[in-house]
């Protein structure tokens, strides 16, 4: 079984240029959720997918952020305008049931906005 | 909202001693508290977990105990080899599955 793919692995923009980063979940799972890691720093939540709704999107930055999942299955991210501080590594996650469950990380992809 | 703190930030053992992590945590309604093991290039990858009902759980050179009073959960690798050499990640969630994540901690494993 195919695990959580996402692309592209690395991607370095100028700044105001814009970006967008793809999730491909596990298939069969309803949840799908993005994290961001910035400079070393923790993994911080951005936003939660159940199906094509978003269920919680208290941790997007800005409105430059917008993530979406069309038809409940792959979800894409995009920054646009990008700016220096959007650096970091963006995650997704998914997973069949929610609280309890198990969730599944993609590698990540590394933007770099210079 | 949830808040995770993690320490140490950095350990460096002998190979076949123990590593120790430890993690406190703010909302009493967090439940489930994974560990996640990152290696060089890849995602986070679940390692154990322990929700709130249970006080401790073992998993062959790895065991994680939760103290739900004192909201605090620790992650113990015995034994330890090379390929645990990692950053190895705490965290706390709610219903949802939202994880608060702790910091990190850079784990070195030295021949």
């Known amino acids: 079984e195919a695990g959580v793919t996402q692309f592209p692995s690395h991607s370095v923009i100028e700044k105001g240029q814009t970006v967008t980063l793809r999730c491909d979940p596990i298939s069969g799972h309803d949840n799908l959720y993005w994290y961001r890691r910035v400079m070393g720093k923790e993994i911080k939540f951005l936003l939660h997918?159940?199906?094509?709704?978003?269920?919680?999107e208290s941790g997007m930055p800005n409105n430059r952020f917008l993530a979406e999942r069309t038809g409940g299955t792959y979800s894409t991210l995009k920054v646009q305008p990008a700016e220096l501080e959007d650096s970091g590594v963006y995650f997704c996650?998914?997973?069949?049931?929610?609280?309890?469950?198990?969730?599944?990380f993609g590698q990540g992809t590394r933007l770099t906005v210079v | 909202g949830e808040n995770v703190e993690q320490h140490p930030s950095t350990l460096s053992v002998q190979e076949g001693d123990s590593a120790v992590i430890k993690c406190t945590y703010s909302d009493s309604a967090s439940n489930y508290f994974p560990w996640y093991k990152q290696e060089l290039g890849k995602g986070p990858q679940l390692i154990i977990d322990i929700r709130s009902n249970v006080g401790e759980k073992k998993d062959q050179r790895i065991a994680v105990t939760l103290n739900k009073t004192a909201k605090h959960f620790s992650l113990h690798i015995t034994e330890t080899q090379p390929e645990d050499s990692a950053v190895y990640f705490c965290a706390a969630t709610d219903s949802w599955g939202k994880l608060q994540f702790g910091a990190g901690t850079q784990v070195v494993v030295t021949p």
């Open positions: 997918f159940v199906k094509e709704s978003k269920q919680d």
């Open positions: 996650a998914s997973s069949q049931g929610t609280g309890g469950t198990e969730a599944f």
